[in-house]
């Protein structure tokens, strides 16, 4: 027994870990001198010191000795249980986080131990061929008393090692183990007791006769699925839930789970989503081409939600309440699909906008196929299975060019689409040039785009370039003075320079 006392408080902790852990949270301890401690140990004084200002205790033992006596006194407070090591289940939470607390205590061994310690410890190591870390020792002491370290032992459903207190807790109840009172009252006071994943552990807390009346696997699953379907047992309600599932496989998975409720009418069928609450304005189509063309995409999209639901149910992907209420879905957005896509491209046709309808009907077979479907059905143009040049032809001829037309059309599009490429260039080389400093003879320091644009306002409109060790250096040249300008290849000056001198040439 540890005694601590203060001239605000007094403290009595089973554990010297417990100390350690007061030392580093306790604020209003920490203005006090060393000297306004007085701690014992069964009695015996405990000498208070600090390290780097923090507190900490010193003492007389090896490191191994001191390891020794931090699990000991651990395992006598906490883990010993009729002669037997207890599990964590059976520890309060704050214990278990404090025996967790011994794997972190060598962050700074200087609190621990006395530079003359350390360095005997760590020249014994040496001598040893081994690291000197402290928690190692302390592992040691742990597994060598309890059967595990930090990591916890295993968890008694998956097999795996696991530290977390909640997890242990968690299948202890699902497994109706007999969790200490204290244990169960420390978690129900706590906001979100089970979280991460065991959100399923929850009600196994405020219903006791949850505890063990299904699998924990199957119970996870029922969990899940209720939690889901917003639906709280009670203790009047849960029997019905537990006995409908009962008789289901142990590897019962939500969906055979959720599918089981539904078929016992303990599941409601999913409300449809907030958007089928108010009316949708489809809009008027434009001509016939667009209201076929509606009529196509909304069958198509119909009829694939009507096949994704009913095979997903059928392959067990998905849930029969969610399966209905996707076909519920499937077919309400029938007839809420607007006219907003088939009246652009009708109006396209009208207007005979050709780049707007190459961009949709000049594209392989497999790419807007519903689309080239209406045009051959309402304008009796065949757009698929033909040769690509022979596609683009029929496009234009659609909007009412010749191959003359076409030619000069696709011309005039190719200068288009240059000129935009430059001005993009040079946009981009702008900006890149705006970001590099230059200093001009009178001193003040522009921008690499106002530094450019000035020297080629100024008559420096020549790019000449020349060796300069192993790299190349570039200028601006005024043609009739022979006199350069700086530029640089790295900064963005220089292919700045081209795109302006390139655009000067095309004007």
Known sequence: MYILTTPIAQYAFQTLIEVFQLFRTEATLQPLATSDFRLTRNGDPVTVTR?????TVRHGLTARDFAALLVDEVTRAWFMLDGAVAAPWQLRRKHWESFQALSALDR????????????????????????FRFSDLIRAASVERLGFGFEGPREPITGYVNGRHEVHVAYALALDRPVPDAVVADYLAMDQPFRYGL???????????????????KWS??????????????????????????????????????????????????????????????????SGLAARLRELAADSRRAEDLTRAEDGCAKGLISTRLSVLQRQMALLDHGRSTYEWPNRVATAVNERDVRYLLSVLDTPDTRNSLTKQAVREVLGLKLRGLKPADRRRAVFALCGFDEASQTAWEADEAARREAARRADDAQRAREAAEG????????????????????????????????????????????????????????GTLAYARTVLDARLAA
């Open 51 to 55: 390290f780097n200002g923090a507190l």
């Open 108 to 131: 700074d061994v200087g609190m621990l131990f006395s530079s003359a310690q350390l360095e005997v410890e760590k020249a014994a190591t040496r001598n040893r061929g081994e690291y």
């Open 199 to 217: 959100e399923w552990a929850a009600p196994l807390l405020e219903l006791p006769a949850l505890r063990g009346a299904l699998p924990p696997r």
């Open 221 to 286: 699953a029922l969990a899940q699925v209720l939690r889901h379907a917003k639906v709280s047992l009670t203790s009047e309600s849960a029997d019905a839930y537990i006995a409908a599932v009962r008789a289901l496989p142990e590897a019962a998975d939500t969906i055979a789970i959720d599918n089981r409720l539904f078929a016992a009418g303990l599941l409601q069928a999913w409300a449809l989503p907030e958007r089928f609450m108010s009316a949708v304005d489809v809009g008027t189509p434009v």
């Open 436 to 491: 590099a400093k230059y200093r001009r003879a009178d001193g003040s320091v522009v921008s690499g785009a106002t530094h450019v644009d000035e020297s080629i306002a100024a008559g420096f409109v020549e790019i000449r370039d020349w060796r300069k060790g192993a790299a190349r250096a570039y200028a601006l040249v005024n043609p009739l003075s022979s006199e350069g300008r700086a530029l640089r290849a790295k900064d």
